[in-house]
């Protein structure tokens, strides 16, 4: 059979894998390409096949690298059958059409909402673990640990046993459980997004939100959070209801704006199966695992303008998490500029996007045709990421050793990648690949 990478080869967005065996051709994950201009140029381009000789695609989670494309490529000719679980299908929904909205906005659009439409028409949810068929390729979703719904993907296929990781869960998450142990792979295509990183502890992650909050507090300034609106909005909520409940932090108005984490955290309520069972045990003797007294939803534009009058300290949460987009733009540009603020990132920053930028240390930021100067403290925690490591992935390979014929490291830009795949080839004796665009594997 063939392996070709059409998205996430030495960059971390665009996932997208096409397996080609005799009868069938299946897709995994069918993603946008995120960051600057540059890189989101490629969504335009041609896949690297043809949509219609697809009739399979797996989808690993709901994150916009891994589901963006999809109305396209049903736009372009696909019309096949769509599995992913049923959390990740009711996420993929939201999120498809925010991003529609905000590319109608900007008068980018790539697909439009029939194409949207029609691929959910296609889309099937199948449970955790139940091993399904498409022609001569049997496939089971495993728990990946990333955020809710999200799977590994376990396929068998001409006597050849493969996973994809999608995205592989930090260890210890927030909420979730940990990813399973697969056992028998003999073909492993991994992520590899901090490759080379060790992340802090939990209990580390969780000292340095806390103390955000107090200096913000002592400062009276804003904490500003670009947080991604699936998972971590949640666990950043979770995280500071618990710490109000103990008085751990000063009180002070908390606000989510982001109208689609908003929708998305009502999502989350309604899956309480997915948690790990000290969360199942919290949330059936308190269900209100996500909101507090301070918390503020603000959904609306006009809402959105009334936070700038809230006297501060005050928490503003808002997306997008790369600060590529959204309402947190708006709160950077009033509030960087305020050396009593702090922009605390909590996730990954792609290659070219506003965040990564202050992350390196930029003093001027060009923000809606002005330029913005950065006098606000800029901090990161990466323990927050919803990515596993550097150690845990060499750790979630090497637990299948025994078995493992060849790995291909993909989802990470080329240092952290080539730094994975060094690792395995050295300390596993086990051929690792880190494919380019489009290329095309033999297995």
């Known amino acids: 059979m063939n392996i070709s990478f059409h998205g996430a080869a030495q960059e971390v967005t665009g996932s997208c894998c096409l397996l080609q065996t005799e009868k069938t051709n299946l897709l995994i994950d069918c993603g946008m390409f995120q960051g600057g ?18 009739q399979t695609l797996l989808v690993s989670h709901a994150h916009l690298d891994h589901i963006g494309r999809i109305p396209l490529l049903v736009k372009r000719g696909f019309s096949g059958t769509i599995f992913s679980t049923a959390a990740t299908r009711d996420l993929s929904r939201l999120i498809l059409e925010d991003a529609l909205g905000l590319a109608q906005r900007e008068g980018r659009e790539l697909f439009s909402a029939e194409d949207l439409e029609a691929a959910f028409r296609i889309w099937h949810a199948v449970p955790y673990y139940e091993k399904n068929t498409a022609e001569d390729v049997e496939f089971r979703f495993g728990r ?48 590899s997004t901090y490759g080379s990183r060790t992340h802090e502890s939990a209990q580390e992650r969780q000292l340095e939100l806390e103390r955000a909050i107090e200096d913000v507090g002592s400062r009276a300034g804003v904490l500003m959070i670009p947080a991604f609106a699936a998972e971590r909005t949640q666990e950043i909520l979770h995280l500071i209801n618990e710490m109000m409940h103990f008085k751990r932090i000063p009180d002070m108005p908390v606000f989510v704006d982001a109208p689609l984490a908003i929708r998305i955290t009502e ?12 969360i199942r045990a919290l ?24 936070i700038n009058d809230v006297p501060m300290p005050k928490v503003v949460i808002a997306g997008s998490g790369m600060m590529t987009g959204g ?20 996730g990954y920053q ?75 080839r050295d300390r596993m004796g086990i051929p690792a690949d880190v494919p380019v665009l489009h290329e095309e594997v033999k297995i």
């Open 37 to 54: 201009a540059e890189h989101e140029q490629k969504n335009f381009m041609e896949f690297g096949f043809d949509p219609a000789s697809v």
């Open 144 to 191: 990946s640990g990333h955020i809710l719904g999200s799977c590994l993907i376990e396929i068998w296929a001409e006597k050849k046993h493969l996973l994809f990781t999608g995205d592989l869960g930090n260890i210890p998450s927030v909420l979730l459980p940990p990813p399973d142990t697969i056992e028998g792979i003999e073909y492993l295509i991994t992520e």
């Open 267 to 278: 999502v989350y309520e309604r899956y309480p199966d997915e948690y790990h069972e000290d």
């Open 283 to 306: 949330m059936a003797a308190h269900p209100n695992l996500f909101k507090f007294k301070r918390l503020r939803l603000t959904e609306s534009v006009e809402d959105s303008k009334a």
């Open 327 to 346: 309402r947190i733009l708006h709160h950077a540009r009033r509030y960087l500029p305020d050396e009593k603020s702090i922009l605390l990132i909590i």
């Open 350 to 424: 792609g290659a070219g996007s506003l965040g990564r930028r202050l992350i390196d240390g930029a003093s001027v930021v060009r923000m809606f045709g002005e330029d913005v100067p950065v006098r606000a403290e800029v901090r990161k925690i990466g323990g927050f990421s919803a990515h596993a490591d550097g150690p845990q992935l060499f750790s979630f390979a090497d637990r299948m050793r025994d078995t493992l014929k060849r790995v291909f490291v993909v989802h990470g830009e080329p240092a952290e990648a080539m730094f994975l795949a060094q690792e395995i």
